[in-house]
């Protein structure tokens, strides 16, 4: 298949050019040609070294990340990022970044994926961004204790332990999402009612803010909350005929 229908695709999937005014990632093809032919994509995370490294190895001519190498735009290609793009641009490995667009897409998102992990249902939108949304939420198909979505959280991709602000209710029933660093959302979290609050990590501030609103909530980790997204991706790539590989690189954050 042809880089640039693989990108069209991705683009359309996950409306790319909807978080163009609200997401500092440059989304989209980061590294490559106009053009190229592509045979086996490995999906990450991060684009790191490492996992640069472990898709050349691996033989693919793209990596699809969620943490891509452009913040904000790229005044210098040296240290840190040339060691990062020379391997790219020497073993002819495309780079495909998805920040936001799969942090909220209610279907194939990180967010859904939690959402999905947890048991979720009557779930709709959360966390607001100017017109888009980054989260989800929805109502537990029976009340958990704290312990109960705590142990569940553990269960996540690459988690290394969920930490457990337990200020809400003995039972929680529903709850929020923004995966990764989303603790600006828990005002909103707290506005719309919720029993408890999923995110990555977290500030000192939350845990003064939680236990006066009387919320719950759940650090389950950076890296944990945000492997659903590419394997989502991964998964569609698999029924485009692609070959594929799942890069893991867990960083315990």
């Not at 991705?10 to 032919?37: I, Y």
């Not at 888009?132 to 959280?153: C, F, M």
Request: hydrophobic share 40%.
């Amino acid at each position: 298949m042809q880089l640039s229908d693989i990108v069209a695709r991705l683009d359309e999937t996950l409306a790319t050019d909807d978080f163009a005014d609200v997401d500092a990632s440059a989304n989209g093809l980061q590294v490559g040609p106009e053009e190229k032919s592509v045979e086996k994509v490995a999906f990450a995370v991060d684009a790191a070294e490492a996992t640069i490294d472990a898709a050349l190895d691996a033989d693919a001519d793209l990596l699809v990340v969620h943490h891509g190498l452009v913040w904000g735009g790229l005044d210098r290609v040296t240290d840190r990022d040339f060691d990062r793009i020379e391997p790219l641009i020497r073993g002819d490995l495309a780079l495909y970044v998805s920040h936001l667009p799969l942090d909220g897409h209610q279907e194939v998102g990180n967010a859904a994926g939690v959402a999905d992990h947890l048991g979720l249902t009557d779930t709709e939108p959360f966390g607001s961004l100017g017109p888009i949304h980054i989260g989800q939420a929805g109502e537990l198909a029976s009340p958990k204790t704290t312990d109960e979505v705590r142990a569940a959280l553990d269960e996540l991709d690459g988690s290394a332990g969920t930490t457990a602000l337990d200020f809400g209710p003995d039972e929680i029933s529903s709850v929020a999402i923004v995966t990764g660093s989303g603790v600006d959302w828990l005002d909103e979290a707290i506005d719309r009612g919720v029993d408890a609050f999923v995110t990555g990590e977290g500030k000192q501030k939350v845990y003064h803010e939680a236990r006066e609103a009387g919320i719950s909530v759940f650090l389950a980790g950076h890296y944990a909350t945000e492997t659903f997204g590419v394997r989502s991706l991964r998964d569609l790539a698999d029924e485009w005929g692609l070959e594929t590989e799942y890069v893991s690189h867990p960083t315990g954050l």
